[in-house]
């Protein structure tokens, strides 16, 4: 069954055209990746279709509903979570007080919230930093801290916008397991990175994309052999794998 | 568990003090100086709710004591309605006007909402002064509203010595902050706090951003309100360049920001430091050099701002855990 759906999308932003018709979908418990040269359009389709933007021209439907223009706090609580490329942690606040925040968004009550934050902060190994200022955190914190937020509005869907950006090797092999942990558990999971060892390892389909369009669709091994994809994208190196 | 109940002492020990200083101070020129500073203190702690944990500066909050002040007062003085239910008339009439500014204005960000809120506060101001007769309603312009002292009372809230108005302002003020506390640990304080610190990411989380910012409003508007009704019964007399002014919004603002903006002590601290200030330099320098207090608030600001930019309380509260954890361990 497709989650997400998303057909001919545009967004314009002046004389811009960020993206192009844009069209993907996502199965229900898959991982799909997005990747594609800097400026391509990947955070914007995001913005989109988390209802950050409105989109120019073309239909996004999530779990069977046309979501165009809904405003992102209601897709949040809908089942649509996001994580930011530039993290946005409320920094003078514990770790335990930023996945609080997050899941108010299924429940009033403040210790029903903090045991399912402590819950998740458990998840993610991050227990021994809850009382820690989010201000204080190491970027690979910061980036689980964005998961962690996001995971705690109880997602069917999640967007994960740049999660391993700045990592060093074992923390993005860390990252790797959480997020195939995560689709484990039955969340969907829509990425965009742009180390291919992880993007390679996690997904099962990529769709890649340059000046916002389309230009190749297929699982991990069928993109790397794309030849539009190595000419705009990986480069020589990868040919070979 | 020892640091909970020395820190419930410590709280039992502080509400004594305050309830029982009346007994102490019987001298009426310094019970006035305190019911000031609890009023202060209050009105404060009212506009922390949306200065502080929304994290946007209203600077025009003087407006919603006028429309308490003027309400209650016109209300008795005309109608012969008790000044406690003209308190609660006022609140309501000041949410729907806070609503009303609130509802374009929380999306400005920064400078642009505090300009707006100064600019309604003005406005408001030299209405009021040009308007000696608002349709049946007696506001008598520039030269104010005197409340004649005849009927003493209860139901008149209005009383020959200071210690009830003392009471009456301590009780508000305790009400307001056990309020803000209950807040602060509820889904709309998170809610403001996560909103005002990262809007983006806090939408992202399903806070409805402006929705939170509106209901902080609606409050501390409404709270701010009740406030101005007892200045006026405290001081049976108001003009609007008394209550309506830029001074006093922002008096409130330097209280918060010195004390520390977000935070449940911080508006009680500041106002615990300045308000004598701004009494002593009145009673000192008000002949020669008036307006000293505000000079001497612009220099403790930029100070503060520099050396501790998240108010007074922040030093003081963690010297304040420091010493609970001391005593809880020698007892």
């Known amino acids: 069954m497709e989650i997400l759906k998303v057909t001919d999308l545009t967004k314009d932003f002046g004389g811009l055209r960020a993206v192009d018709k844009l069209s993907l979908s996502i199965e229900k418990g898959q991982i799909l990746g997005l990747i594609g040269p800097n400026g391509a359009g990947k955070s914007t389709a995001f913005n989109c279709i988390a209802g950050v933007y409105p989109p120019t021209a073309g239909t996004i439907t999530f779990g069977g509903q046309k979501i165009n223009g809904k405003k992102p706090w209601d897709l949040c609580k809908s089942g649509l979570a996001r994580t930011f490329q530039i993290v946005k942690p409320f920094a003078s606040k514990s770790v335990l007080y930023n996945v609080t925040v997050g899941s108010f968004a299924t429940t009033n009550r403040r210790d029903a919230a903090e045991a399912k934050a402590l819950e998740i902060i458990e998840e993610l190994n991050f227990a021994d930093k809850k009382e820690v200022l989010a201000g204080n955190l190491t970027i690979a914190d910061r980036k689980r801290l964005e998961i962690a937020r996001a995971l705690a509005t109880q997602p069917r869907l999640l967007l994960l916008d740049e999660v391993m950006a700045g990592l060093r090797p074992s923390e993005v092999d860390e990252m790797v397991q959480i997020i195939k942990h995560l689709r484990d558990n039955g969340v969907t999971i829509f990425v965009i990175e742009h180390i291919m060892r992880a993007i390679m390892a996690l997904s099962d389909r990529i769709v890649v994309i340059q000046f916002g369009k389309k230009i190749a669709e297929g699982t991990p091994s069928q993109i790397a052999s794309d030849e539009n994809v190595i000419k705009a994208y990986l480069g020589e190196d990868y040919a070979v794998a | 568990m020892r640091q909970n109940q020395i820190h419930t002492a ?94 374009p204005t929380l999306k400005m960000r920064g400078a642009y909402f505090a300009l707006a809120t100064i600019a309604f506060a003005e406005g408001l101001r030299v209405m009021v002064e040009n308007i000696d007769y608002l349709g049946p309603l007696k506001l008598n312009g520039p030269r104010g509203l005197q409340i004649p002292p005849m009927n003493t009372g209860f139901t008149h809230f209005m009383f020959a010595s200071k210690q009830p108005y003392y009471y009456i302002i301590l009780i508000l003020l305790i009400g307001v902050l056990v309020l803000t506390y209950l807040i602060s640990r509820s889904k709309l304080g998170y809610y403001l706090n996560a909103g005002g610190e990262e809007p983006e990411a806090a939408m992202a989380l399903g806070v409805n951003v402006a929705r939170a910012k509106l209901a902080a409003m609606a409050m501390s508007s409404f709270l701010t309100a009740l406030a101005g009704t007892f200045y006026a019964q405290f001081t049976l007399y108001i003009h609007p360049k008394s209550i309506i002014s830029l001074d006093l919004s922002f008096e409130i603002a330097f209280i918060a920001l010195i004390g520390g903006r977000g935070s449940i002590a911080g508006p009680v601290l500041g106002a615990l430091l300045l308000r004598p200030v701004s009494d002593f330099s009145r009673i000192y320098f008000g002949d020669t050099l008036p307006g000293m207090h505000l000079i001497i608030f612009g220099t403790v600001l930029i100070l503060v701002m520099l050396y501790q930019p998240r108010g007074l309380q922040e030093p003081l509260t963690r010297a304040y855990a420091k010493l609970l954890a001391r005593w809880a361990k020698n007892p």
Do not use: D, E
């Open chain 2, 10 to 103: 410590v709280t039992i020990g502080l509400l004594l003090v305050a309830f029982g200083l009346p007994l102490i101070v019987r001298s009426a020129t310094y019970l006035h100086i305190l019911v000031l500073l609890y009023l202060y203190a209050y009105l404060t702690t009212s506009w922390n709710l949306v200065g502080g944990f929304a994290g946007v500066l209203p600077l025009g909050h003087a407006a919603f004591v006028g429309i308490g002040a003027y309400t209650s007062t016109v209300l008795s003085l005309q109608y012969g309605i008790s000044p406690w239910l003209g308190m609660i008339v006022g609140g309501i009439l000041a949410t729907i006007v806070g609503v009303l500014i609130g509802l």
